[in-house]
């Protein structure tokens, strides 16, 4: 329905009460060709927000498909802007890239609240690019859609299925065993990027973007189209057209990211068996929408959620397998039909979830599960918290027989185990001491990484799932208890103990551990203990020097990165950005 929207873009270049301004900023414009009946034509100016770059592999056919979206944004009536962000990779960008994810959020919120945009679109894919690009958008708040590049094709090596990352995990270890060399190590994980495109296991890009669909913020369907599948060209021009009608039904994010639609996204990734990352980006574009959202909400809403889609890292399959057997729509639709998702939930076609999704067709149940028989029960995280931290989450799910028979089932405390800490400061320590024979580290050890969050790696890095010392490995013992306030690739599929929050380098109860503390993990209770009276906790905790257990700044944006930030499970937001919302309604004043 085409409401009377006034657009913002006028007060640029409309605005018959300041014709000097209006000329201004007008001739600009009009010298690669636009021309004045375009840009005063009453037309709204729809921003591409374009994350894809030489720098940017994973996001880089975002290039070439912004043509696409250009083509169905002028169809529709609009005029497509496009213009560049600060970039995020995942693997190229030292120390983290989780550093950037809120410097992208920032620098994308002053260009759409400083230039004539009225309608944006968000070109998602790499893990951060896509919450970082709805944090922004949720605070200016004009119409946004998110479109993501799809991710790459499923790898192959010699005959076998290999996907992003969870293949380094695995072939990790059998370069430390001496199975494979450095060259066929190599191949091996060259193999799993066969195409443009974004990882093709359930890691944290492909989690995120199934995410962005669930909130309603991305036409259904979207988010599983590989990208180099002509239906990926196809979803650009639809993304295109789309955003156009909805700034005149002046449908902005506001009225799509609700609690409704932030309660499904958490059961969605239960779902998905999807990335233990998400939560963070999840919780962090809930507080950039002014939606309340809390870690313990991931246990409440989504642990009884059952698994039902099959992908690596804790499943068989890759994307393209999830994309052929119906992508996210068959999820959610699966999901409706048990009546686990709030239904009504707005979504960017101008309908409800359940409008978008109810009865989507499911083509291969090996790979999506149906709800009446998922893959796995309870697959959602578990939220711990004890003396050590008042939060940390588990993937339950992925506790494996082998791990459960070795630390869960001793009859007399079943769920239970005590382990003896060690304790890592960072992984440069974990890695030139890991095979020291002096750590004495054996099965009933739990392997602790620390100062690893946000303010002390800074950034907060993926390097809490450790691999036990060659020693161990050679006796067949593949994976020990870890634990950290750092985070875990979301193609790994360990259970570990993440996110520890608050931080050590916060001053968080992990800075007290010592290597050889016994810890108590119980999952009955939810809870994890250092057993150590608390006037010896109080003793460790005034005689510690916080400051020289991590690395000094290295940059300007790290020092102010780590002066602002909150803890993982506030999203690893800066709290002072959160209060600069509803933008869109506050012009700036004249340049
Ligand atoms: Fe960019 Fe995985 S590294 S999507
Ligand atoms: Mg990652």
């Known amino acids: 329905m085409k409401k009377d929207i006034s657009l913002r873009s006028r007060a640029w270049f409309n605005d018959d009460s300041n014709p000097d301004m209006t000329a201004l900023y007008l001739e600009k414009y009009l010298n690669y060709g636009l021309t004045i009946e375009e840009l005063q034509g009453g037309k709204p100016i729809i921003g591409i927000a374009q994350t894809g770059s030489d720098l940017v592999p994973c996001n880089r056919a975002h290039i070439e498909l912004a043509e696409r979206l250009k083509a169905g944004i002028r169809d529709a009536g609009g005029i497509p802007i496009e213009f560049p962000v600060h970039p995020i990779q995942e693997t190229g960008r030292r120390p983290t890239a989780a550093l950037d994810r809120n410097l992208q959020c920032l620098s994308l919120i002053e260009v759409l609240h400083g230039y004539p945009i009225d309608a944006v679109v968000l070109t998602t894919g790499c893990d951060k690019t896509t919450p970082a690009l709805l944090m922004g958008a949720a605070s200016v708040n ?15 090596y010699k ?9 380094i995990w695995d072939a990790r270890k059998r370069l430390a065993k001496g199975d494979i060399d450095y060259n066929e190590f190599i191949a091996e994980v060259a193999s799993s990027a066969p195409s443009t495109g974004h990882c093709n296991t359930m890691g944290t890009a492909l989690t995120m973007n199934c995410l962005a669909e669930a909130l309603g913020m991305m036409l259904p369907g979207c988010a599983s189209i590989p990208a180099p599948y002509r239906e990926r060209a196809q979803m650009a021009y639809h993304t295109g057209k789309r955003i156009v009608e909805m700034v005149w039904e002046d449908l902005t994010p506001e009225k799509i990211l609700t609690r409704e639609a932030f309660e499904n996204a958490i059961r969605v990734c239960s779902a998905l068996g999807g990335s233990t990352n998400a939560p963070i980006h999840i919780n962090a574009i809930a507080a950039h929408a002014g939606v309340d959202i809390k870690i313990q909400d991931w246990q409440a809403v989504g642990q009884h959620i059952p698994q039902l889609v099959n992908c690596q890292p804790v499943g068989k399959y890759l994307s393209e397998d999830f994309h052929n057997a119906g992508g996210l729509p068959a999820v959610i639709g699966q999901l409706l039909q048990a009546n686990l998702l709030n239904a009504q939930a707005l979504t960017v076609t101008g309908k409800s979830i359940s409008e978008n999704c109810q009865g989507a067709p499911l083509y291969n149940t090996d790979v999506i599960y149906q709800v009446d028989s998922p893959l796995k029960q309870q697959a959602g995280l578990m939220v711990l918290s004890g ?34 800490a060690i304790v890592f400061n960072g992984p440069e320590e974990y890695h030139s001491q890991i095979d ?29 799932n450790m691999q036990p010392p060659k020693a161990l490995l050679e006796r067949g013992i593949s994976s020990l208890p870890t634990m950290g306030d750092g985070r875990q690739s979301g193609t790994s599929g360990s259970p570990s103990i ?4 608050p931080e050590a380098a916060d001053g968080g109860g992990l800075a007290l551990l010592k290597s050889g503390d016994l810890v108590t993990v119980d999952l009955n209770q939810g809870s994890v203990n250092v057993q150590i009276s608390s006037e010896e906790l109080a003793q460790r905790r005034a005689e510690l020097d916080l400051q020289s257990q991590y690395p000094a700044n290295q940059t300007w944006w790290q020092e102010i990165y780590r002066a602002k930030v909150s803890n993982l499970d506030e999203g690893a937001v800066f709290v002072d950005m959160l209060k600069y919302r509803r933008l869109r309604d506050k012009l700036p004043r004249h340049s």
């Not at 020291?436 to 002390?456: H, Q, S």
Request: aromatic share 8%.
């Open 142 to 156: 004009i119409p946004a859609i998110a479109y993501s590049v799809g991710p790459m094709l499923n790898g192959r």
């Open 159 to 167: 005959g076998q299925c290999v996907g992003s990352g969870t293949i």
């Open 387 to 420: 003396n050590l931290f008042d939060s940390a989450i588990m993937k339950v799910s992925a506790i494996d027989a082998d791990f459960r028979q070795r630390y869960l089932s001793d009859p007399a405390r079943p769920n239970c185990f005590t382990a003896r």
């Open 436 to 464: 020291n024979p002096e750590l004495d580290i054996d099965e009933n050890c739990i392997l602790v990484m620390r100062f690893t969050g946000p303010k002390g790696y800074p950034g907060s890095a993926e390097v809490v």
């Open 498 to 501: 993440l996110n520890a929050s």
